[in-house]
């Protein structure tokens, strides 16, 4: 089994920084791309960022210059660096992962429970 637990959310002035924090746990072979995701209330979940295996890193056009996102595969975890937040960041964050683990040795994807991001203004 599986667990993806987020941490390091919390509420924050406009103009202020985060960096949340996605522990990955249990019987893990592998773990390929994480992302980060956010919810804000009355809308669709959407993507942040993403990060491959490799380091390699994407963006959504309302993050890019502000935040960043990293892994350390060695502890199978990720991070979001959100710096210059904003009221409309004001969301739930989610980590998501693509896993292989050793109870089905293919690749499933995973979700954290999330973690409240709030952005005074």
């Known amino acids: 089994q599986v667990q993806l637990v987020e941490s390091g959310g919390g509420l924050v002035q406009a103009g202020g920084s985060l960096r949340l924090s996605c522990a990955a746990s249990g019987s893990i072979v592998s773990i390929n791309t994480m992302r980060w995701y956010r919810q804000a209330p009355g809308k669709q979940r959407e993507l942040v960022a993403s990060v491959g295996s490799g380091g390699s890193t994407d963006y959504a056009d309302f993050v890019k210059g502000r935040f960043t996102i990293s892994r350390d595969n060695a502890k199978n975890s990720g991070y979001l660096q959100m710096n210059s937040l904003k009221p409309e960041d004001t969301a739930v964050y989610y980590c998501?992962?693509?896993?292989?683990?050793?109870?089905?040795?293919?690749?499933?994807?995973?979700w954290g429970q999330g973690t409240q991001v709030t952005v005074s203004s």
């Open positions: 998501n992962a693509d896993i292989v683990d050793t109870g089905t040795w293919r690749i499933s994807r995973y």
